[in-house]
């Protein structure tokens, strides 16, 4: 079976630009959560969805936003960009059922904002 | 202070020694905890998650959950040069659907 997915796979943007970001979970997983993780730290939460509805939200402004499909697909996009904006992003998609449960990560987006 | 703390490191341990990671958070609450590896340029990799106290083995990995302390921990046995990268430490809370991460310990396994 095909592991969570992620695309683009890199991304260069300027100041002010918007941005989004796609993610299609491990088949048969319904919660999708995304993550900032800038270099030398650990990923930061920004969204859960479970079944198309916003579970959770983390401390980021509101240029941040996301959404879920009904193929559980997910896409987080980011307006108004800032050079701070630059950082991994990461989708993890987790078993169903329960929200909190184990979560397993993509690739990531390597996002770099000039 | 930080819902999830790790020492940075970086640890440096010789090849067949155990590696002793340790991971403290602050939600009492707190019911699951996972520990991801992570290589350079890569994306967090699940090693282990634990939700009882005690110990859980898998291989050369154990992780150990004491509740009471707010405290897990993960062992490496036989430590090998792959097993050199950075391990997170990720706790769910009990007050919203989120996983927090811990910064990251660094391990480097020598020759």
Known sequence: DAG???????????????????????SGHKSVSWY??????GPQFIFQYYEKEERGRGNFPDRFSA???????????????LL???????????????STDTQYFGPGTRLTVL | QKEVEQNSGPLSVPEGAIA?????????????????RQYSGKSPELIMSIYSNGDKEDGRFTAQLNKASQYVSL??????????ATYLCAVSLSSASKIIFGSGTRL???P
Request: glycine share 6%; aromatic share 8%; hydrophobic share 30%.
């Open chain 1, 4 to 26: 969570v997915t992620q695309s683009p796979t890199h991304l260069i943007k300027t100041r002010g630009q918007q941005v989004t970001l796609r993610c299609s979970p491990i």
């Open chain 2, 108 to 110: 480097s396994i020598r």
């Open chain 1, 84 to 98: 701070g904006d630059s950082a991994l992003y990461l989708c993890a998609s987790s078993s169903p059922g329960v």
């Open chain 2, 75 to 84: 062992l490496i046995r036989d430590s090998q040069p792959s097993d050199s």
């Open chain 1, 36 to 41: 900032q993780q800038v270099l030398g730290q």
């Open chain 1, 67 to 81: 959404r879920q499909f009904p193929n559980y697909s997910s896409e987080l996009n980011v307006n108004a960009l």
């Open chain 2, 20 to 36: 002793s990671l340790n991971c403290t958070y602050s939600d009492r609450g707190s019911q699951s905890f996972f520990w991801y």
